[in-house]
């Protein structure tokens, strides 16, 4: 079954409202400080990163580009934090993991092209938990593994569109990139 863009992106949403993201601003240049070695890993170029609120965040496989949502990662971190940690360190590990899975698919898409990602589109997913899991494994063993399994678990899953794994193997997935 082949997944076409469209379909990985909620409701096809006009990425309309998107702005980039700015070394201006602190936050956002605190998750730009992320990306750039993040991308060296794989000798790639950081992608033009974007923050919106149309709809949730993802990479866009035709503009090359990634979209954050920090509305909906914020509300992530709530709902996964369980007096884990501060909540603004709960705010800051939801993006950090949103932009670590996203520039996966960004990794992805580089060295397997469009077609072969969508074709593989829920093990790309579990990949992509699997990566950002990793990447944050030094903020994990400083004791919120559990925080980043649980914003993980509740991501949203549509068994119809089967676009996403579901919230378990989610949540595996991270803990397992970070071992």
């Known amino acids: 079954m082949k997944i076409q863009w469209g379909a990985l992106a909620e409701e096809n949403a006009e990425l309309g409202d998107a702005v980039p993201l700015s070394h201006d601003v602190e936050f956002q240049n605190f998750m730009l400080s992320y990306a750039e070695p993040f991308m060296a890993n794989w000798q790639l170029e950081v992608p033009q990163i974007f923050t919106i609120q149309s709809h949730g965040s993802c990479y866009d496989f035709d503009k090359k580009a990634v979209y954050l949502n920090f509305d909906i990662t914020d509300d992530q971190a709530r709902r996964a934090n ?78 119809k569109r089967q676009t996403h794994p579901p919230g378990c193997i989610r949540r595996s997935s991270v803990i397992k990139g970070d071992r």
């Not at 072969?116 to 944050?136: F, I, N, P, R």
């Open 82 to 159: 369980k007096e884990l940690t501060k909540a603004e360190d709960a705010q800051e590990l939801a993006a950090l993991f949103c932009l670590c899975h996203e520039l996966t698919h960004a990794v992805q898409h580089h060295h397997y092209g469009k077609d072969k990602v969508l074709q593989s589109c829920l093990l790309m997913e579990a990949h992509a938990d699997t990566v950002a899991g990793y990447w944050l494994s030094p903020q994990l063993r400083d004791g919120v593994a559990d925080l980043v399994g649980n914003i993980a678990f509740q991501l949203r899953h549509n068994p």
